[in-house]
């Protein structure tokens, strides 16, 4: 691909992307008064990085035994009420010592 | 001073998304250069689009030269997820979200800091919304430029446990307000159930990932929405 017709790709890709972001976010102005789309759109967060995360999560280190370790972490870090930084980082030692220990036995 | 110590602490939320985005975006610049672009072509990208799930995607489309129309509908089908939590975050935006800071601040609408952004306690101010994005910006395009230009320096084993980080992330949010709230906790099972089955289940593989968390996002919250509603701010008091 020519570098003008990659950079016409680049473009629009970020065209649709900006403007599905941007259309809802500058015109929806009012407060939502249904108690129903309320109790939607406080569920909805949750769902979606659970979504996200389950079954996902288990293949993002290239080893499901590392990722299952790692992700205990994270529960664990997270049910002890630790910041989002401690647990992400607490998550990744751990599958990285993981994959040390697998490799020294 | 009050507005500064919102920004700042927008600055410290953005923090741990900053550093997810860079191991992140560092994984993208390496499939990027792999796939022929120059370091400059990736972090432009990076930088205009800001999305994981959407940038793969057309970084895909444009290595293999496909036609416009699929760049359109796929960028489209994968980020609607983020019209959805547009129109969630307007809830939450205080008097000081004019029309100018809307279009700028909806520019960095991405998934984690949306679920930041939305787990704040009352309304966000424009001020606090700046710093949120400013590093987690910072750390995608720096990541992607590293990734593409030196890739291949750190060790695989380190590479693939950084790939984790967001995720951890995610369940540093989802767990703490689970805990407290059964709705929640049957919301989040209930969904975690669904993404399982549409994974698994060879009758659903014609689904794409993007479409389903879509799809089981919506259901969990739909049904936990209609069993149990939450209570109205005047209720709130008597049910805390």
Request: charged fraction near 10%; hydrophobic fraction near 55%; charge should be positive.
């Amino acid at each position: 691909m020519s570098d003008a017709k990659c950079y016409l790709y680049i473009l629009v890709m970020a065209l649709v992307t900006y403007l599905i972001r941007a259309i809802p976010f500058v015109l929806f102005r009012k407060q939502i008064k249904s108690r129903f789309i309320k109790s939607l759109l406080y569920y909805l967060p949750y769902a979606v990085l659970t979504a996200m995360t389950i079954p996902d999560i288990f293949t993002s280190t290239g080893s499901t035994l590392t990722a299952a370790v790692g992700c205990l972490a994270a529960v664990v870090f997270a049910l002890l009420g630790k910041s989002l930084l401690t647990v992400a980082v607490a998550a990744c030692m751990a599958a990285f010592l993981t994959d040390l220990a697998m490799k020294l036995l | 001073m009050q507005k500064n110590s919102l920004f700042l602490k927008g600055l410290k939320d953005g923090i741990p998304i900053a550093l997810g985005y860079l191991s992140v975006s560092f994984g993208f610049g390496i499939l990027a250069a792999a796939g022929g672009l120059s370091a400059l072509t990736a972090t432009v990208i990076s930088l205009v689009n800001v999305t994981s799930a959407g940038q793969l995607a057309g970084l895909n489309i444009i290595i293999a030269a496909g036609p416009l129309i699929e760049m359109i509908l796929s960028e489209f089908i994968i980020n609607i997820r983020y019209a959805l939590m547009s129109i969630t975050l307007t809830q939450k935006l205080d008097d000081t979200f004019t029309t100018p800071r809307r279009m700028l601040c909806a520019f960095s609408m991405t998934d984690e800091i949306f679920a930041v952004a939305s787990a704040q306690k009352g309304r966000i101010t424009a001020k606090y919304f700046y710093g949120l994005m400013l590093l987690p910006i910072l750390g995608w395009v720096l990541g992607t430029f590293l990734g593409a230009t030196a890739g291949n320096i750190l060790p695989e084993s380190l590479k693939n446990a950084m790939g984790l980080m967001l995720y951890a992330m995610f369940i540093a949010i989802v767990l703490p307000p689970a805990t407290k709230s059964r709705a929640v906790a049957i919301c989040v099972s209930l969904c975690a159930l669904l993404s399982i089955a549409l994974r698994f289940i060879p009758l659903f593989s014609f689904i794409s990932p993007g479409f389903s968390v879509i799809i089981c996002a919506v259901i969990a919250s739909v049904f936990t929405a209609w069993r149990f509603p939450i209570q109205t701010d005047k209720e709130e008091a008597h049910n805390v």
